[in-house]
């Protein structure tokens, strides 16, 4: 029997993140929790900035954050709060490094800040530094050694092919995380954009971003293979709609997402 901590962090990734959700059913069935538990701590720090009105309510959010986790590692105590406490029994069952918490965390500070990444560059670190460590937990709670497996090229695809089709729903929130550099050489005003009117060049700069994912990653994890996997076949989606993240096709599921992940 599961607790209502375990509970809670099941409900909300099945709500809110169902993709993870998903790929957590191709972990080991004991790591499950646990898996449940990270990805509801992910939710609640990178829904940051939708949930506070200035940057700063945002910056004091996070830190509380940070010094719940702290507390966790000093004392061994968790606050009474459903993902806190289940992210305990995870970090003491599975020995997680504090670090990664920590990076993840630091990470959502940029949220904070309402500017685009700069280049492609800033792009692909912002993928990087907002689900590698997440991954890297993942990883070695579904029973595999971080070191030794591709977690940073798998989390960098995952986390492109997300972004890019997520622009509508950042643009409803005036927001964005494509490169400014490549959005103004395509004639893309942030107005428009956000008034979800699209440049014809958009759908270069979406494909010039996901040019830079990497196919055909090799993991002997299987829940990091499913994760590539499912990268993919969004992306693939992407690619049929011609780079179009505004196409109706893209508001839809992928076709047998399911069955092809489980190919």
Not at 28 to 44: G, Q, T, V
Not at 114 to 129: H, K, Q, R, S, T
Not at 198 to 214: D, F, I, R, S
Request: aromatic share 8%; with cysteine; charged share 25%.
């Amino acid at each position: 029997m599961t607790s209502t901590a375990d509970s809670y962090c099941a409900q909300q990734v099945r709500e809110y993140d169902p993709d993870r959700y998903l790929l957590s059913m191709f972990a080991p069935e004991p790591s499950r929790e646990a898996l449940w538990a990270l990805f509801a701590f992910n939710l609640e720090i990178a829904k940051t900035r939708e949930v506070v009105s200035e940057t700063q309510l945002g910056l004091i959010r996070l830190q509380w954050w940070r010094e719940a986790i702290a507390e966790i590692y000093e004392s061994g105590i968790a606050l009474e709060h459903e993902v806190l406490m289940a992210l305990a029994k995870a970090i003491e069952a599975h020995d997680l490094p504090q670090e990664h918490f920590e990076s993840l965390i630091y990470a959502r500070e940029f949220d904070l800040e309402d500017v685009l990444p700069g280049n492609v560059e800033g792009l692909i670190n912002y993928a990087d530094f907002t689900t590698t460590p997440l991954m890297k937990l993942a990883v070695k709670v579904a029973g595999a050694d971080e070191e030794a497996e591709p977690v940073q090229p798998v989390s960098v695809n995952y986390a492109l092919a997300g972004i890019a089709r997520s622009v509508p729903h950042f643009a409803r929130q005036r927001r964005c995380l494509l490169p400014e550099a490549l959005l103004k050489e395509h004639g893309q005003r942030m107005d428009k954009l956000y008034d979800l009117k699209p440049a014809e060049g958009l759908p270069q700069v979406v494909e010039e971003v996901l040019g830079h994912t990497v196919r055909g990653v090799k993991s002997q994890n299987k829940f990091l293979q499913k994760t590539q996997k499912l990268a993919e076949i969004y992306i693939k989606q992407v690619r049929a709609a011609e780079y179009d993240v505004f196409s109706s096709k893209l508001g839809r599921e992928p076709s047998l997402k399911v069955l092809r992940l489980m190919v």
